[in-house]
């Protein structure tokens, strides 16, 4: 089954206490991104990668680090969280070929406290 | 950068259609106009895409105005578990290259 997997669903944390969120895909996609949900502001990018080795910040990248060393792995990371980071997480994939959808992952629900 | 512009709300009558619109005035010539919707806190759920040409599948229809400013997505027979929030999205670039604008979303309400 074509999937988005995000692990872990819910993570409780500390400030400052390193993390990282995984974010596989069995899809072979190249364009995989990552997104956070606060209530009132939607969705919005915090990076987004083209392709292995290749990323870029999108809306909101303060605070987060990514890596692509394998095409199906996007993990997010955060060094240092603060509990402004708290928020809903959501990973997407998707082919680069034009006009085509987006699979979201089911997200991840991170508290800092 | 093109942005989208959506009303925050609409309440529809369960089985009738519901029209959602979406202003996107910004957009240009190659962007494709997408359309998700999330229910409670699940991932978003893939509807419908198009560039300039009207669109139709299985779950909404999917009108273009002529000069692409606008779209409106439509349900033709709302059910309440089509209640949820419906996100317009513009993906930039020729060749996907990646950045999303979000609108705001519309809260559809289904109501019985």
């Known amino acids: 089954e074509a999937q988005v997997t995000q692990n872990p669903r819910y993570l409780i944390t500390v400030t400052g206490k390193k993390l990282t969120v995984t974010c596989s895909q069995n899809?072979?996609?190249?364009?995989m991104s990552w997104y956070r949900q606060d209530p009132g502001l939607g969705l919005r990018q915090i990076y987004y990668s083209m392709n292995v080795e290749v990323t870029d910040k999108g809306d909101v990248p303060e605070g987060y680090k990514v890596s692509r060393k394998e095409k199906r792995n996007f993990p997010l990371i955060l060094e240092s969280p603060s509990p402004n980071q708290t928020s809903l997480y959501f990973c997407?994939?998707?082919?680069?070929?034009?006009?085509?959808?987006?699979?979201f992952g089911s997200g991840t629900q991170l508290s800092v406290l | 950068d093109a942005k989208t512009t959506q009303p925050p709300s609409m309440d529809c009558a369960e089985g009738r259609a519901a029209n959602l619109p979406c202003n996107h005035s910004t957009i240009s010539g190659n962007e494709y106009v997408y359309w998700y919707r999330q229910i409670h806190s699940q991932g978003p759920q893939y509807i419908i895409h198009g560039l300039k040409n009207n669109e139709t599948n299985e779950m909404a229809s999917l009108i273009i105005t002529e000069d692409r400013k606008s779209s409106t997505l439509i349900l033709p027979h709302a059910t309440l578990r089509d209640t949820a929030v419906y996100y317009c999205?513009?993906?930039?670039?020729?060749?996907?290259?990646?950045?999303?604008?979000f609108g705001q979303g519309t809260t559809l309400q289904v109501k019985p």
């Open positions: 997407a994939s998707s082919s680069r070929e034009r006009g085509e959808k987006l699979f």
């Open positions: 899809m072979n996609h190249e364009y």
């Open positions: 999205i513009v993906r930039v670039g020729a060749s996907n290259t990646g950045k999303l604008i």
